[in-house]
């Protein structure tokens, strides 16, 4: 089976901090996604990446950026952190950008991030 | 812009019972469409997807969803409920050819099985 590892299950920083989310796949997948998942807004794109060195904005790129210097990890960074991105962070990956249209997202299990 | 619309943010439903998890989409162009679900401290999984062809669409854990082109929907159901069903739900929509591919999810709906 695939496996999206997040480097860490809970993690608390505050205000004004570098945080740095990683993401590791085990499935040489071309295609890696960042969301944040928040209560009554479902999940939101952050970033997205089909190719080392390469990435693309989401939804809402604003205050992240993101890192892809190998194929199999996928870094998110919150440069300075604040409050409003309190949140649970899901790494996601999928086989191939040409068929990225139609397969399934292989997801971790999430980053609770809280910025106090 | 292309939109998911779960209307429902809690669903209950007795444990042995049928159950349905509803999903409405808006897109310029076709749709893909798929429902994921995530159990507690997990990530999200995928159950199913509807590309093309039958409109009814079988996938993991004995779910299935119906493609509805006319009242853009895609709702997911179940013919017997089981405890271990409850979880959070996503339906998710990519709008090929409308311009914008990204996938967009729904806010999810909590399913309650209740024994």
């Known amino acids: 089976d695939v496996k999206v590892t997040q480097s860490s299950r809970y993690l608390v920083k505050r205000t004004g901090e570098k945080v740095f989310l990683e993401c590791v796949q085990d499935m040489d997948h071309e295609n890696m996604f960042w969301y944040r998942q928040d209560p009554g807004l479902g999940l939101r794109l952050i970033y997205f990446?089909?190719?080392?060195?390469?990435?693309e904005k989401g939804d809402i790129p604003e205050g992240y950026s993101v890192s892809r210097e190998k194929k199999e990890r996928f870094s998110l960074i919150l440069e300075s952190a604040s409050t409003n991105q309190t949140s649970m962070y899901l790494c996601?990956?999928?086989?191939?950008?040409?068929?990225?249209?139609?397969?399934?997202?292989?997801f971790g299990s999430g980053t609770q991030l809280s910025v106090l | 812009a292309q939109s998911v619309a779960q209307p429902e943010d809690q669903v209950n439903v007795a444990e042995g019972n049928p159950l349905t998890v509803k999903c409405t989409y808006s897109?310029?162009?076709?749709?893909?469409l798929f429902w994921y679900v995530q159990y507690p401290n997990r990530g999200l999984q995928f159950l199913l997807k509807?590309?093309?062809?039958?409109?009814l669409v079988k996938g993991s854990y004995g779910f299935e969803a119906e493609f509805n082109k006319s009242q853009t929907s895609f709702h997911l159901k179940k013919p017997s409920a089981l405890v271990s069903d409850s979880a959070l739900y996503f339906c998710a929509v990519r709008d090929i050819g409308g311009g914008n591919e990204k996938l967009t999810f729904g806010t999810g709906t909590r399913l309650t099985i209740i024994p």
């Open positions: 996601a990956s999928s086989p191939h950008r040409a068929a990225s249209l139609i397969e399934k997202l292989f």
């Open positions: 509807y590309i093309t062809g039958d409109n």
């Open positions: 990446s089909y190719d080392v060195k390469m990435k």
């Open positions: 897109v310029s162009g076709n749709p893909y």
